[in-house]
């Protein structure tokens, strides 16, 4: 991805990383390039992101296609909390992408609406790395 101000940034749906012989952890983002595409790129190490040729119509395409792209690197998503509905219900939560991760810790509440939903929610219980991470992404602006 071209570094340029001018140009909008494509949203960050999801991040995953995998290991790479020589250069070990790299960090993979999925990003919505529009309403039907989303494409997957590799942090090259210096805070620059390469499109990769994985990209899919929709989320869970996108992201089954990764795993079978890079399952020999030990892809692993990474753990963004687990997301709830409001009002609560007798519910498990669902896992989090990173981008409703991000709604949710930027509400003072925690309560967002999710627009492909319908409903309010909130997220708990991200791990320490995803938290980190959206922090330093912010700080470069990233996302």
Known sequence: MVENTQTKIPKLIHVAYLFLPKKGKRFLFLRKMDDHHYQWFQDDGLGNE???????????EAMRLAQQEWKYNAFRTLICGFR????????????????HMVASYSTPTG??????LGHNCFVQFASIEARTLWQKLKEQKRI
């Not at 040729?53 to 869970?60: I, L, N, Q, R």
């Not at 309560?111 to 492909?116: G, L």
């Open 84 to 99: 709830y509905t409001l009002p609560e219900r007798d519910e498990h939560g669902m896992n989090a992408l990173f981008h």
């Open 50 to 60: 390469v499109e990769t040729g994985v990209g899919a119509p929709v989320v869970e």
């Open 111 to 116: 309560v967002y609406f999710d627009e492909d």
